[in-house]
């Protein structure tokens, strides 16, 4: 089993800053892909920002400029720092792994709510 776990969000003003953490842990034998995905009630789970192994990152159009993904391969850690938020910017945010693992190859976090108020 491989597990996500989250944390850093909250409740936060609009034009404030949040970063994210997600920690992968379990049954790793390698992890290619880490990224961060958002969801809203009612919404489809959208991506939000990626990042290979080898420091490649790709970002929706809604955050590009203001989010910046990161990572700690060592620590098998990704990054989320959010500025300027903006309240259209509220959902919850899923961390997820792509790579070898013992029992998949893809696993999810049980996310974090991040509210940014007007």
């Known amino acids: 089993q491989v597990q996500l776990v989250e944390s850093g969000g909250g409740l936060v003003q609009a034009g404030g800053s949040l970063r994210l953490s997600c920690v992968a842990s379990?049954?790793?034998?390698?992890?290619?892909?880490m990224g961060w995905y958002r969801q809203t009630p009612g919404k489809q789970r959208e991506l939000v920002a990626v990042?290979?192994?080898?420091?490649?990152?790709n970002y929706a159009d809604s955050v590009k400029g203001r989010f910046t993904i990161s990572r700690d391969n060592a620590k098998n850690t990704v990054y989320l720092q959010m500025n300027s938020l903006k309240p259209e910017d509220t959902a919850v945010y899923s961390c997820n792994a792509r790579g070898i693992f013992r029992y998949s190859n893809t696993a999810w976090g049980q996310g974090t709510q991040v509210t940014v108020s007007s």
């Open positions: 990042i290979t192994s080898g420091g490649s990152t």
């Open positions: 379990g049954s790793i034998f390698s992890i290619n892909d």
